[in-house]
């Protein structure tokens, strides 16, 4: 046996199979230059190789792939949103997740748990009502249940938390999770294959734009020339729009979460409270991961603190008292660029040739495959899908935003 | 927990103070187009640096004025607004557009 291991191991076919070719130096010029390698920009590169045929890309990463807010969210993909244009949008993006795994040959680990988000107040209960009719207009599985439903789909919630008993719960059945890492490796693996080129460790450090037409972007390896260039850089979009030379309506704020130790397999939705202000959902490892506390003010930094620890675990045990006993195993945040109305800016910017995906704050990773089609569509035919024509930044000039702050689940 | 140094109250926990918004300049909103006012109301610089910033102690309804670092988060001095806005502002009430 240890021969057969040696064998294999100087055998010219090992290793057997290359994720992304080694890198290599930069090309002088590119027909497109995708800003930002997390799952966004990865999924950009792979739509406009695989339905446009444009394999002259260069995916820059200042840093490794997908190692942003790709990774550092919590995977939840739902779509049961309050506005038709939402719903519609990120319904598209939960199809696309389906057929995810088939599509790359590789498991992305989609697990389709169903999403339940928990009532505490007559207020609430109407506008889910409002969202479970949006959502079964534009063809989702979403609906209201009662108390009874709710003790039977998830037993071991406390249905009584403190002064704000559950009165009611949106069931999203096509609520899912999947391995975010998986999802942004997938769309690299199967970009790189059709020729696209992604570069880690390059940051663009300005861009070059004449007559108002963005004409290349300049980096730490040097210059290169470009037809056009996307950025999709997260919380550090207004960065890089100001190197473009316009604002955003954008403000970053870091996100915090964590998981704990793992622990035998006890919930299989995934569970969100409205008052709250909490998600908890368990990995299929058996971690606990309590999503999504945003920092009090505006900050370009990941450290966690404390204060946003006691507050999302004060709400995560009135949920499911016995996880007082859990140990908190990890610890992260994400910068994430929040917009007004909690929706994404895509499309164009008021540079020529320069595109926009941005505004992502706490929902980009639900919307990782629609977005890159469409923007790859938008890239190559200059023609804005009708899906993300009202995402548009143009938008807040006319007053006409897409207010889906209520059916974001994280606490703002 | 981190401490924050009210003008007023002197150092607090940063939790009695909500972060109010960047310092800037309010359009005439009378004279000012559309595409201004939605830059004044929606758009922002969102600085990775040294920025000035409006913040409340709400324990006291206190409004002051505060730089911080938004990379380093060090709040590195606060002050009261009176050492920018010298001048009482008046807003003229106006016939609302039918």
């Known amino acids: 046996m240890p021969f057969g291991l040696l064998k294999y191991g100087l055998s010219s076919r090992y290793p057997a199979e290359v994720d992304i070719p080694p890198p290599k130096a930069l090309k002088s010029s590119y027909d497109v230059v995708i800003i930002g390698g997390g799952g966004h920009g990865l999924a950009i590169a792979y739509y406009l190789a695989k339905y446009h045929g444009i394999t002259d890309v260069a995916v820059l990463e200042k840093a490794y792939l997908g190692g942003g807010n790709t990774a550092r969210n919590t995977a939840v993909i739902r779509s049961n949103y309050l506005t ?26 989609y697990s389709e748990r169903g999403q339940l988000t928990l009532a505490h107040t007559d207020g609430a209960v109407r506008a889910f009502r409002q969202r479970a009719e949006v959502n079964k207009h534009f063809g989702g599985r979403t609906e209201m249940i009662d108390r009874q439903q709710i003790r039977e789909l998830v037993p071991t919630l406390n ?57 290349g972007v300049k980096t730490n390896r040097g210059a290169i020339r470009c037809g056009c260039a996307i950025q999709a850089v997260a919380g550090h979009s207004s960065t890089m729009a100001r190197k473009a030379g316009f604002r955003l309506p954008v ?19 995934l569970v969100s409270s409205s008052a709250l202000h909490c998600y908890v959902q368990q990995t299929s490892r058996g971690e606990v991961v309590f999503g999504g506390g ?38 992260w945040a994400g910068i994430t660029d929040m917009t007004p109305d909690y929706s994404p800016i895509m499309g164009a910017s008021p540079v020529q040739n320069y595109y926009l995906d941005a505004g992502w704050g706490t929902w980009g990773f639900k919307a990782t495959p629609i977005c890159g089609k469409t923007m790859a569509e938008l890239i190559a035919t200059g023609k804005t899908p009708e899906l993300i024509a009202p995402f548009c930044l143009e938008r807040f000039d006319h007053f006409r935003q897409i207010n889906e702050m209520g059916a974001t689940a994280a606490s703002h | 927990m981190k401490l924050m140094h009210c003008p007023l109250n002197g150092p607090r926990n940063i939790s009695e103070f909500i972060y109010g918004g960047e310092l800037k300049e309010m359009p005439s909103p009378e004279s000012c187009s559309d595409r201004e006012w939605a830059d004044y109301v929606f758009y ?35 002050f009261d607004p009176k050492e920018i806005f010298t001048h ?7 016939e609302a557009r039918p």
């Open chain 1, 251 to 269: 403000v970053s704020y870091p996100l915090q979460a964590m998981v704990t130790q793992p622990v035998k397999p006890f919930l299989d939705p």
């Open chain 1, 159 to 215: 249905l009584d938390p403190g002064h704000l008993p559950v009165l009611a719960g949106l069931w999203h059945r096509d609520g899912a999770t999947a391995r975010h890492d998986a999802v942004a490796w997938g769309y690299a693996k199967e970009a790189a294959k059709r020729g696209v080129e992604i570069h880690q460790l390059t940051s663009v450090e300005d861009v070059v734009i004449e007559n108002g037409r963005l004409t």
């Open chain 2, 44 to 78: 922002s610089d969102n600085t990775a640096g040294v920025v000035t910033e409006w913040w409340m102690h709400v324990a006291s309804s206190y409004w002051f004025l505060a730089e911080r670092h938004t990379v380093t988060d060090e709040v590195l001095r606060t």
């Open chain 1, 84 to 109: 038709s244009e939402g719903v519609r949008f990120y319904s598209e993006s939960v199809r696309l997740f389906q057929q995810l795994s088939n599509e790359f040959d590789f498991n992305i680990m």
């Open chain 2, 88 to 94: 009482r502002v008046t807003f003229t009430a106006t």
């Open chain 1, 294 to 331: 945003s920092d009090p003010y505006p900050l370009y930094n990941t450290r966690s603190t404390l204060d946003l620890k006691e507050s999302l675990i004060t709400s995560g045990i009135e949920m499911f008292p016995f996880l007082a006993k859990a140990k908190l195993m990890r610890q």
